[in-house]
């Protein structure tokens, strides 16, 4: 059974930092498009950060040029560097395939942000 897991999250002050992690359990790791998703409050989930098989990235306007999409195939994990960070940027951040995320859901990593 396919799992993700992602963690680094936590509480921050405005214009501080995080590392958010996602390991996914799956051999083919290297072979799939991946993004990060995040769900504040009261909203429905939301694309944050795609990265192709090759690297290749986007961002949602709302975070380009403050939040970094990366992976590691060898450690079948990828990472959301997220500088600057805002309070709208509050939320549970999730990580799945893309942009089909048919993987079953985890549990997500609550990010917080406020002074």
């Known amino acids: 059974q396919v799992q993700l897991v992602e963690s680094g999250g936590g509480l921050v002050q405005p214009g501080g930092s995080l590392r958010l992690s996602c390991v996914v359990s799956?051999?083919?790791?290297?072979?799939?498009?991946m993004a990060w998703y995040r769900q504040a409050p009261g909203t429905q989930r939301e694309l944050v950060a795609s990265?192709?098989?090759?690297?290749?990235?986007r961002y949602v306007d709302s975070v380009k040029g403050r939040f970094t999409i990366s992976r590691d195939n060898a450690k079948t994990t990828m990472y959301l560097q997220m500088n600057s960070l805002k309070p709208d940027d509050t939320a549970v951040y999730y990580c799945?395939?893309?942009?089909?995320?048919?993987?079953?859901w985890g549990q997500g990593t609550q990010v917080t942000v406020s002074s």
């Open positions: 799945n395939a893309f942009p089909s995320a048919f993987i079953d």
């Open positions: 799956v051999s083919i790791f290297s072979t799939l498009a």
């Open positions: 990265i192709t098989r090759g690297g290749a990235t």
